[in-house]
């Protein structure tokens, strides 16, 4: 029965470390989540940037052809002979003016704006950087941590037949057939009752299992029942609460 508890203390470990195994890809799962946020911000960050300097050099293209326009307009005066044909090219000249007045004013609002983007674009990139780097740091920990859960848990394994030999063969086949179902397989014999589900055991059968006569299982739950007294392994206990 003690080889047994080694084996189920053994296997309660290794239970744990393929738990974290599994546990462990799903804190990458949130930095992936985290790493996806921060890049959708800097390409926002960029697009704010763009959107202002197209904007800047659209306003010039659009001053420059009016300007080539007023050119073209104030050549034909010359060759105006009527009165009213030259007062509407006149007009159209004095409104190309003003329309260049307009994008003016706004080329120079742009400016400011092109410089308050690119600090913020710097200010973002600086930030996102740092960001990235602290996430990334994270995954490669959660890797390395990983790498040696699974280290650990193959040394463990690596015990496990020398475990299994000391056990003795009715009770190992036993302990692997409930353990499919219930976990622990073995429980203590608290007073009376089972130590898996609480319920009273009748006194023939404690007294059989106190009196190490014969080997039981609790006729509720199934799981194989021993007697802490007749047992040396303190530590059996504290892996099953720590479960
Ligand atoms: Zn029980």
Redesign the pocket.
């Known amino acids: 029965m003690q080889a047994l508890l080694k084996l189920q203390a053994l296997d309660t470990k290794i239970a744990d470390c393929m738990q974290k195994e599994k546990d462990l890809p799903r804190q990458k799962d949130r930095f992936a989540i985290q790493r996806k946020r921060l890049d959708e911000e800097m390409a926002q960050s960029e697009e704010r940037c763009k959107k202002v300097e197209v904007e800047q050099r659209e306003c010039a293209q659009d001053i420059e052809q009016r300007q080539e326009k007023i050119l073209k307009y104030e050549g034909q005066l010359v060759d105006i002979k009527k009165n009213e044909e030259y007062k509407a090219v006149l007009h159209e000249i004095d409104l190309l003016k003003k329309q260049i007045g307009i994008r003016e004013e706004r080329s120079i609002a742009l400016l400011y704006e092109q410089e308050e983007t690119q600090a913020q674009l710097e200010e973002d990139k600086s930030r996102i950087n740092e960001e990235i780097a602290r996430v990334e740091a994270e995954c490669a920990a959660v890797d390395r941590e990983l790498a040696e859960m699974v280290a650990h848990r193959e040394a463990l394994q690596a015990t496990r037949p020398d475990h299994r030999s000391q056990v003795d063969d009715e009770l190992l086949r036993m302990y692997e057939r409930i353990r499919k179902a219930r976990i622990p397989a073995v429980?203590p014999l608290n007073e009376e009752s089972?130590?898996?589900?609480?319920?009273t055991?009748r006194p023939q059968i404690v007294n059989e299992i106190i009196g190490n006569e014969r080997v039981h299982c609790?006729?509720?739950?199934?799981?194989l029942?021993y007697y802490p007294g007749n047992v040396n392994f303190p530590e059996a206990e504290v892996l099953e609460e720590s479960v």
């Not at 609790?218 to 799981?223: D, K």
């Open positions: 429980v089972c130590g898996g589900c609480f319920m055991i609790c006729q509720h739950c199934n799981r029942l």
